[in-house]
């Protein structure tokens, strides 16, 4: 259920500023690989946020705070700070000409707590993210938005906007940890990253060496409204199916694996699919453990 106070959730926001690395870098093109030209990601932003509560150890103003570290990491998180730009192939890359990343100061006049259960789904914490205009060219688009939100009892949110095509979600979270690394004063970051795009390269010719179903393109959705749900699956429950599959198919599976199978089985039903008909399940992984070797985790993507 949404939460009431939402709707009457006043956040005033200031225009955004541009935050730049603190030291002046060279400018240099990243180049990207095939997956980040994939026009499903192309004009693809995913956002985080991250709540702090009010604490007697926080003194400082979190804003101020926030703004300077984050100039401090884009020193080696220099691609954030740049925008991309078309090939004369049509492809994407990154000009990492130190523009900025974009940064907004917000405010409420209510405490955190009235907020309620954060882990539920509600279109309503976009007032917590900085909204590009409708619209906007893939070229105007910011890399990385940061937008920091203060409550009046002390608390603040961290609302974080990505640029598929510069990272993953694994490489956002460890942008997250550096920014708090910085914010924290370390000097030195626990995990500096690698930007070597080059490695998704693909073959020229490419060799394929396994069957794929390209055929199964998906149609366009006949649905002209998204409805935001989120349905909550505890962890006995997950269990018990665990327990139930694995006995009937005599296979060990992963909980993800089983709550995939069974929602997707819901769905074809749900849509009276006909058996005869082929259906396929994409989904996102991360690939850096498939290499052979593995790549560093350092690798951003």
Same mark, same amino acid.
């Given at each position: 259920?949404?939460?009431?106070?939402?709707?009457? &959730?006043?956040?005033? =926001?200031?225009?955004?500023?541009?935050?730049?690395?603190?030291?002046? @870098?060279?400018?240099?093109?990243?180049? &990207?690989?095939?997956?980040?030209? &994939?026009?499903?990601?192309?004009?693809?932003?995913?956002? =985080?946020?991250?709540?702090?509560?009010?604490?007697?150890?926080?003194?400082?103003?979190?804003?101020?705070?926030?703004?300077?570290?984050?100039?401090?990491?884009?020193?080696?998180?220099?691609?954030?700070? %740049?925008?991309?730009?078309?090939?004369?192939?049509?492809?994407?890359?990154?000009?990492? +000409?130190?523009? %900025?990343?974009?940064?907004?100061?917000?405010?409420?006049?209510?405490?955190?707590?009235?907020?309620?259960?954060?882990?539920?789904?509600?279109?309503?914490?976009?007032?917590?993210?900085?909204?590009?205009?409708?619209?906007?060219?893939?070229?105007? &688009? *910011?890399?990385?938005?940061?937008?920091?939100?203060?409550? $009046?009892? %002390?608390?603040?949110?961290?609302?974080?906007?990505? *640029?598929?095509?510069?990272?993953?979600?694994?490489?956002? %979270?460890?942008?997250?940890?550096?920014? $708090?690394?910085?914010?924290?004063?370390?000097? !030195?970051?626990?995990?500096?990253?690698?930007? +070597?795009?080059?490695? @998704?390269?693909?073959?020229?010719?490419?060799?394929?060496?396994?069957? *794929?179903?390209?055929?199964?393109?998906?149609?366009?959705?006949?649905?002209?409204?998204?409805?935001?749900?989120?349905?909550?699956? +505890?962890? /006995?429950?997950? !269990?018990?199916? !665990?327990?139930?599959?694995?006995?009937?198919?005599?296979?060990?599976?992963?909980?993800?694996?089983?709550?995939?199978?069974?929602?997707?089985?819901?769905?074809? !039903? /749900?849509?009276?699919?006909?058996?005869?008909? +082929?259906?396929?399940?994409?989904?996102?992984?991360?690939?850096?453990?498939?290499?052979?070797?593995?790549?560093?985790?350092?690798?951003?993507?």
């Amino acid at each position: 259920m949404e939460n009431s106070v939402w709707k009457d &959730l006043n956040v005033k =926001s200031f225009d955004p500023v541009m935050v730049k690395p603190s030291i002046p @870098l060279p400018k240099t093109v990243l180049h &990207l690989s095939t997956v980040d030209n &994939l026009p499903v990601l192309r004009g693809n932003l995913f956002n =985080s946020l991250i709540v702090y509560k009010a604490s007697d150890k926080i003194s400082a103003d979190p804003v101020k705070v926030i703004r300077e570290a984050l100039s401090k990491v884009l020193v080696n998180y220099f691609p954030f700070a %740049g925008r991309l730009r078309y090939k004369e192939n049509g492809d994407l890359e990154v000009d990492c +000409n130190g523009e %900025g990343a974009a940064f907004v100061e917000a405010m409420v006049d209510c405490n955190l707590s009235v907020l309620g259960d954060l882990d539920d789904l509600n279109p309503s914490y976009e007032d917590l993210l900085f909204a590009l205009p409708q619209n906007t060219d893939i070229v105007d &688009l *910011h890399l990385l938005v940061v937008q920091v939100t203060c409550f $009046a009892c %002390g608390g603040f949110v961290v609302g974080v906007s990505f *640029h598929h095509s510069i990272c993953d979600g694994r490489g956002a %979270g460890q942008f997250l940890q550096s920014l $708090a690394e910085i914010a924290r004063g370390e000097d !030195k970051l626990s995990c500096e990253p690698i930007w +070597n795009r080059e490695l @998704l390269k693909p073959e020229d010719p490419i060799h394929l060496q396994f069957y *794929h179903l390209y055929s199964l393109r998906p149609s366009g959705p006949t649905f002209e409204e998204w409805v935001h749900a989120s349905l909550v699956i +505890n962890p /006995a429950t997950i !269990k018990h199916m !665990k327990q139930s599959i694995m006995e009937e198919c005599n296979k060990v599976c992963s909980s993800f694996e089983i709550v995939a199978a069974l929602g997707w089985r819901a769905r074809t !039903k /749900a849509l009276q699919i006909p058996q005869t008909q +082929n259906v396929k399940l994409l989904f996102a992984v991360d690939m850096r453990k498939s290499f052979n070797p593995p790549v560093s985790k350092r690798i951003l993507w």
